[in-house]
């Protein structure tokens, strides 16, 4: 066989099948010339038993010079254990971005993809991992292949739902009609976040080796760190009063009020189910909550509110829905809205109250410890595992908060609460205390 020139290459005649040639000075480099009268480049090896064909590129775009410059590139490659044409098929086999997404949403549906503890994720949680999917990753990178993603598209994709790029009007079933998708730092952080966990799947199928999602610097969310000031426990407190005067609101004042006295989650509260009230022992034994099965101990308004709220309930639900079905209250979101829209408190979200909770806890001096077991944080996760008979002290700690509560939204005034440390209060305080478990009702003078 004859040097491939251009001569050579331009004199190859048509036939009926394709047909090559092979240079007679590189072995394995040759010429493919298609019926259709197409020339390409190729490399021909062996590789794992079989016979492989590596294509360079086709006779216009290369000359033969060029094409024999690659092909002793890959031939010295595939001397050294390379598999150039295998690597091409993987290449083109790389999966996007959005089919990726649509792998974890399938498994994601069947349960297969586990959330805290260890535990599938729930239905509200696939809803919201679905919608920043659809709305904000696929729009975003779904064309792009996994496998060429690297930190700066992470940050891009960061940057641009802050900026509001992925924003959109979608048709929602819930709200009977149409909503704003918005951006904004704290859903770039979550879609991010979520990202990440979606790779770090990728990573476990072996669809890519690292995560470029990991060390990139998310802003942080802001709305976590909104509570309450006293004066405004008391404008919801107004508020809510004001809203009880109109029959339809009256059941989602009194979810307000128990998130508020308990820091219980929106879903956990207009979930409740009256076998998960233990009254007795003040406390909700909640058979579902984020963080799973949990025990929340419950201050004395709270007990008194759901003790007497038994005496006219029935049904499965402590808030029931107002059709025939055996249901949850659903008006909640649309009356929240309602009640809220351009007041002092436009601001204000479910969360805040139980963030609000955990902060007067903190002010009144109670542990994070103790904190996490009445909010039902992971911190207190194995605690309530194990809790059957409450705690005293965490009953305490409980009406004492819901107690403090429940004063501010009465729009009753406070002084801060100071903590004696000196011994003889210390003392005198845990006589009190043993008094009363003892059923001693003789009142000890308060320590000085």
Not at 166 to 182: E, N
Request: charged share 25%; aromatic share 6%.
């Amino acid at each position: 066989m004859p040097r491939l020139t251009k001569r050579t290459v331009d004199a190859a005649g048509v036939r009926e099948k394709d047909y090559f040639l092979w240079d007679d000075e590189l072995p394995g480099f040759g010429l493919r010339i298609f019926a259709s009268g197409k020339r390409s480049y190729l490399v021909q090896y062996r590789a794992a038993g079989r016979t492989r064909r590596y294509t360079i590129g086709l006779h216009g775009v290369w000359t033969p010079e060029t094409a024999r410059q690659e092909a002793k590139v890959q031939l010295g490659r595939i001397a050294k254990g390379d598999n150039p044409a295998e690597e091409r098929q993987l290449d083109h086999q790389a999966i996007t971005v959005k089919e990726l997404c649509q792998l974890y949403l399938k498994d994601l549906d069947a349960g297969l993809i586990l959330g805290k503890g260890g535990r599938p994720k729930k239905p509200t949680t696939i809803v919201t991992d679905t919608g920043r999917i659809e709305r904000h990753i696929i729009p975003l990178i779904g064309a792009r292949r996994v496998k060429d993603l690297v930190k700066a598209d992470i940050n891009k994709v960061l940057k641009d739902i802050m900026a509001g790029k992925t924003s959109v009007s979608v048709k929602t079933k819930k709200l009977r009609g149409r909503a704003i998708v918005r951006g904004g730092a704290g859903t770039a952080t979550r879609t991010v976040g979520l990202l990440g966990g979606i790779l770090t799947y990728a990573m476990e199928a072996g669809i890519v080796t690292a995560n470029p999602v990991h060390g990139v610097r998310k802003p942080k969310d802001n709305v976590r760190a909104r509570r309450l000031t006293e004066d405004e426990y008391r404008t919801l407190g107004e508020m809510l009063r004001k809203a009880a005067e109109t029959e339809k609101y009256a059941m989602t004042v009194d979810i307000i009020r128990q998130i508020a006295l308990t820091g219980c989650r929106r879903s956990e509260m207009i979930g409740l189910m009256w076998t998960e009230a233990d009254t007795g022992a003040s406390c909700l034994r909640l058979a579902d909550s984020k963080e799973g099965a949990s025990v929340r101990p419950i201050g004395l308004p709270v007990v008194e509110y759901l003790e007497e709220r038994r005496k006219t309930q029935t049904g499965t639900y402590v808030f029931p829905g107002p059709r025939a079905e055996d249901a949850a209250f659903g008006g909640f979101p649309n009356h929240w809205k309602q009640i809220f829209k351009d007041s002092p408190l436009a601001d204000f979200t479910p969360h805040v109250l139980r963030h609000s909770f955990a902060s007067i806890a903190n002010d009144l001096g109670f542990t994070e410890v103790t904190i996490a077991a009445l909010v039902g944080h992971a911190k207190g996760s194995v605690t309530s595992k194990y809790i059957h008979t409450l705690d005293t002290a965490l009953i305490m700690a409980a009406d004492t908060i819901s107690g403090y509560i429940q004063g501010l939204l009465d729009g009753q005034a406070f002084k801060q609460t100071a903590y004696a440390l000196d011994r003889d209060s210390r003392k005198a305080a845990l006589a009190r205390f043993l008094q009363s478990a003892a059923g001693v009702n003789e009142e000890l003078p308060l320590a000085a």
